[in-house]
């Protein structure tokens, strides 16, 4: 059973661009979480997602961050214009049931680069 | 608003010896979990240890241990036996059980250095 998987692993962007980081979580889960970790610093909660549904976006900046799980593929974090205070690590971790034993199993993250 | 504190930002210990981290947090919830992550070099973020708020009994998963002290709010790690392999950050984080979200409440870890 593979675990949660993302892509890229490393992004750079330069500062306007859009950067897409993809989560595949484990088979059979269907909650997804997105974490960031800026540097020197612990994970922060940005979204949680099931299927189709966005549960809870609280952590999520405003404006220029979505997310989206739609119900084939991979969850997807979007972040439109980025601006160098973006560059961080981006972690997606995967539940099969929010909370049962609160379990959440993390990706090798994605560290993104704004130039 | 919960929040989970570490006050140690960097430890160090010679192998084969006994650490301690520290962790205390913050909430008015009665149900919760509380895990110890590990983040080695790679980044991946690996489970170490969970305790469920209801249980009274530490929960130990061989080298790793903790104390949890619900009164006090305190939930340290211990690592006994240290090895070089367990060099890495340590993050100690919170869930609510039951809600609507599920989210971890992490603290801003502590960098554990192992000595050969």
């Known amino acids: 059973n593979a675990g949660v998987m993302q892509n890229p692993r490393h992004l750079v962007r330069r500062r306007g661009q859009e950067a897409r980081l993809r989560c595949s979580p484990m088979?059979?889960?269907?909650?997804v979480y997105w974490y960031r970790q800026l540097p020197e610093e612990g994970l922060k909660f940005m979204v949680y997602?099931?299927?189709?549904?966005?549960?809870?976006e609280s952590g999520m900046p405003k404006e220029r961050f979505s997310a989206e799980f739609p119900k084939e593929g991979p969850s997807i974090l979007r972040i439109q214009q980025v601006v160098r205070g973006d560059s961080a690590a981006y972690f997606c971790?995967?539940?099969?049931?929010?909370?049962?034993?609160?379990?959440?199993?993390f990706g090798p993250g994605t560290r993104l680069t704004v130039l | 608003a919960q929040t989970v504190t570490q006050s140690q930002p960097e430890m160090s210990v010679q192998e084969a010896e006994t650490v301690t981290l520290s962790c205390t947090y913050d909430?008015?919830?009665?149900?919760?979990?509380l895990f110890w992550y590990k983040q080695p070099p790679s980044r991946q973020m690996i489970l170490v240890i969970r305790?469920?708020?209801?249980?009274?009994q530490n929960a130990t998963e061989n080298r790793f241990s903790v104390n949890f002290q619900k009164a006090a709010k305190s939930f340290s790690l211990k690592i006994s036996d240290s090895q070089l392999g367990d060099t890495a950050m340590y993050f100690c984080?919170?869930?609510?059980?039951?809600?609507?979200?599920?989210?971890?409440?992490f603290g801003t870890g502590t960098l554990l250095a192992v000595q050969p």
């Open positions: 971790a995967s539940s099969p049931v929010p909370s049962m034993l609160g379990e959440q199993f």
């Open positions: 088979k059979g889960h269907s909650h």
């Open positions: 997602l099931q299927k189709e549904n966005i549960i809870d």
């Open positions: 909430t008015s919830e009665n149900n919760y979990y």
């Open positions: 305790q469920e708020a209801y249980k009274q």
């Open positions: 984080a919170f869930m609510k059980h039951g809600g609507a979200t599920n989210k971890l409440i």
